[in-house]
């Protein structure tokens, strides 16, 4: 898949796109994922201890609201097909149009999970 990263030219309508952040443009990728790590954008970092042994957890699945953010167009998909709610194919929204992270013992698989909501 190609991913849309904005430069320093203007956009179609003629203006200058905003320039990007670290952590909406270049390191969280937004959308469904499997693994990875946890953006703590609402919060800040939580505790992802196992509540069986203890051990850290690592993150399972993202389900996320939304595929791409208004704020950064540097993970839209080339071409976005369709109108305002594109960026939502699923139609799946988490708490108020955010993501749910599903965390996994490494050590044991019958642990219990722990969730965020951010």
């Keep these: 898949m190609r991913l849309h990263r904005r430069s320093g030219s203007p956009t179609e309508s003629g203006t200058?796109?905003?320039?990007?952040?670290?952590?909406?443009?270049l390191s969280v990728a937004p959308g469904w994922?499997?693994?990875g790590h946890a953006a703590w954008n609402v919060t800040g970092p939580g505790s992802t201890d196992c509540p069986g042994c203890g051990r850290g957890m690592r993150l399972l699945l993202t389900v996320?609201?939304?595929e791409w953010r208004s704020d950064s167009g540097s993970w839209r998909p080339l071409p976005t097909a369709g109108g305002a709610g594109a960026n939502a194919p699923?139609?799946?929204a988490v708490g108020?149009?955010?993501k749910l992270d599903v965390f996994a013992c490494p050590q044991d698989r019958a642990h219990p999970h722990r969730f965020s909501v951010q």
Excluded at 16 to 25: D, F, H, Q, T, W
């Design 96 to 98: 108020n149009v955010g």
């Design 90 to 92: 699923t139609g799946v």
């Design 33 to 35: 994922k499997a693994g």
């Design 64 to 66: 996320d609201s939304c």
């Design 16 to 25: 200058e796109p905003a320039p990007l952040s670290y952590p909406s443009g």
